[in-house]
């Protein structure tokens, strides 16, 4: 026939309320915040518009990795998705990311997260970007277990946020489900 199917794709790291309005001179990376303090309902609309976009491309899951200080709204994007009010992917979402300075902040800190309905939890172990590659780790090998240890604990997945090589190699040791961005590894 002329048509074919695939399989539902599975978006494994996005960030739903990274948009922009459109203003002049404007990104989503700097406008999202913006707008959340100025025009939440507007962030939330433009959010909504971004799910509907992802399952018209044929995703059917996506994997939201935190939405810091705007963490209710994707949180309230994912209930509605799920009861059927917003279309979208099923939603799995980061709340807010975490780093801390003691092994029992971090645990806390990913007690809070699930309480806060997280679906999974993400970490930032350095504050390495695409542009900024070079940095050193944010957290020690104890502190990256201690966190993979009580999101297991509590039956959550985590994802750390490890752009440096370093920062990659402790959190490979630390067993998280998944690693985000790790450049420059070698074999």
């Known amino acids: 026939s002329a048509y074919s199917g695939i399989p539902g794709l599975v978006d494994a790291h996005t960030h739903f309320l990274f948009q922009t309005d459109g203003a002049p001179g404007t990104v ?15 962030l939330s609309a433009l959010a909504r518009e971004a799910a509907a976009r992802t399952v018209q491309v044929g995703v059917t899951t996506a994997i939201d990795k935190g939405a810091g200080t705007a963490s ?11 009861a059927g009010t917003f279309v979208g992917p099923r939603l799995h979402v ?15 800190k990913v007690r809070e997260e699930v309480a806060r309905g997280a679906d999974l939890i993400k970490i930032w172990a350095d ?8 940095c050193t780790p944010t957290l020690d090998l104890d502190q990256l277990i ?31 489900d ?3 961005h790790p450049e420059g590894l070698d074999a």
Not at 152 to 170: E, F, K, M, Q
């Open 28 to 42: 989503a990376w700097q406008r999202a915040g913006w707008l959340l303090q100025h025009r939440p309902e507007a």
């Open 72 to 82: 209710a709204l994707v949180t309230t994007l994912r209930d509605g998705i799920a």
């Open 94 to 108: 980061a709340a807010s990311g975490i780093g801390g300075p003691t092994r029992e902040d971090i645990r806390a």
């Open 127 to 134: 504050g390495c970007s695409d542009h900024t590659l070079e």
């Open 146 to 176: 201690a966190a993979v240890d009580e999101a297991h604990a509590l039956g959550r997945p985590i994802a750390i946020h490890a752009y440096h090589a370093d920062t990659a190699r402790l959190a490979i040791e630390a067993g998280p």
């Open 178 to 180: 998944s690693i985000e």
